[in-house]
T-cell receptor
Framework: GAGVSQSPRYKVAKRGQDVALRCDPI?????LFWYQQALGQGPEFLTY????????KSGLPSDRFFAERPEGSVSTLKIQRTQQEDSAVYLC??????????????FGPGTRLTVT | RKEVEQDPGPFNVPEGATVAFNCTYS??????FFWYRQDCRKEPKLLMS???SGNEDGRFTAQLNRASQYISLLIRDSKLSDSATYLC????????????FGAGTRLAVHP
C-alpha cells in the first residue's frame, strides 16, 4: 500500500519568500506529525495533529511557521518570510491512533528546503 | 543539555565486526524507547523497539537500563548493508506520542 508522501521533494526559496509543504499521510491514520531535521542532526518535533485538531504546536520555532490539516487527512506546513536558518529537511509522519497509544510512526521521504 | 545524547560517530568497522552504540536520555518520564535507522538522504525507519528486559532481532540486540537512563544497541556480524545512521529515540508519557531523537551515530561498514 501507499506510504506517506510529501511534496515537493526539493524546494529552493529566496529569503523572504513564503513556502508551503504538503504531506499525504497513510489513509486512515489519525495522527500526523511534522519534524524538522537540520544537517547532521536528528529530527526535531514541530507539531502534532489528531485528525483535524492541532493538539501540540510547541515545537514550531516562530510565528512564521503555520500548519493545518483541515479535513483530517492532508496537511500543509507553511513557512512565511523564509530565513536561511529554515533550511532543513521537513519530515511528516503518521500513525494509526492517537493519544496514549504507542503505534509506529511512518515517515515520508521529506521535503528538502534550501533558502538562499 | 540535549534530551537524548548519543555516541559521536562515525564508527568505521570491517565486515563481521561487532559494534555497540550507546545513548542516554535526561527525562525520567520517558516511556518508550526505539532505535531508528536512517540511510543517507532517506527518511528514518523503525529498526526496533527497546524493552526493559532487553530484546533481540536477529543480529541486533537492544538493552534498556531505566535506573541509569541508558539505552544500547549491539550489532553482531556487521554487513555492508548496515552502513547508515542509527538514531536513538524516546517517547514521553505525556507528549502526544511525539518522538525525541538523538543526533544519530553514523556507522560505516567496510569490506
Amino acid at each position: 500500500g501507499a506510504g506517506v508522501s510529501q511534496s515537493p521533494r526539493y524546494k529552493v526559496a529566496k529569503r523572504g519568500q513564503d513556502v508551503a509543504l504538503r504531506c499525504d499521510p497513510i489513509s486512515g491514520h489519525v495522527s500526523l506529525f511534522w519534524y524538522q531535521q537540520a544537517l547532521g542532526q536528528g529530527p526535531e518535533f514541530l507539531t502534532y495533529f489528531q485528525n483535524e485538531a492541532q493538539l501540540d504546536k510547541s515545537g514550531l520555532p516562530s510565528d512564521r511557521f503555520f500548519a493545518e490539516r483541515p479535513e483530517g487527512s492532508v496537511s500543509t506546513l507553511k513557512i512565511q518570510r523564509t530565513q536561511q536558518e529554515d533550511s532543513a529537511v521537513y519530515l511528516c509522519a503518521s500513525s494509526l491512533v492517537g493519544l496514549g497509544q504507542g503505534y509506529e510512526q511512518y515517515f515520508g521521504p521529506g521535503t528538502r528546503l534550501t533558502v538562499t | 543539555r540535549k534530551e537524548v545524547e548519543q555516541d559521536p560517530g562515525p564508527f568505521n568497522v570491517p565486515e563481521g565486526a561487532t559494534v555497540a552504540f550507546n545513548c542516554t536520555y535526561s527525562n525520567s518520564a520517558s516511556q518508550s524507547f526505539f532505535w531508528y535507522r536512517q540511510d543517507c538522504r532517506k527518511e528514518p525507519k523503525l529498526l526496533m523497539s527497546v524493552y526493559s528486559s532487553g530484546n533481540e532481532d536477529g543480529r541486533f540486540t537492544a538493552q534498556l537500563n531505566r535506573a541509569s537512563q541508558y539505552i544500547s544497541l549491539l550489532i553482531r556480524d556487521s554487513k555492508l548493508s548496515d552502513s547508515a545512521t542509527y538514531l536513538c529515540v524516546v517517547r514521553f508519557s505525556g507528549g502526544y506520542n511525539k518522538l525525541i531523537f538523538g543526533a544519530g551515530t553514523r556507522l560505516a561498514v567496510h569490506p
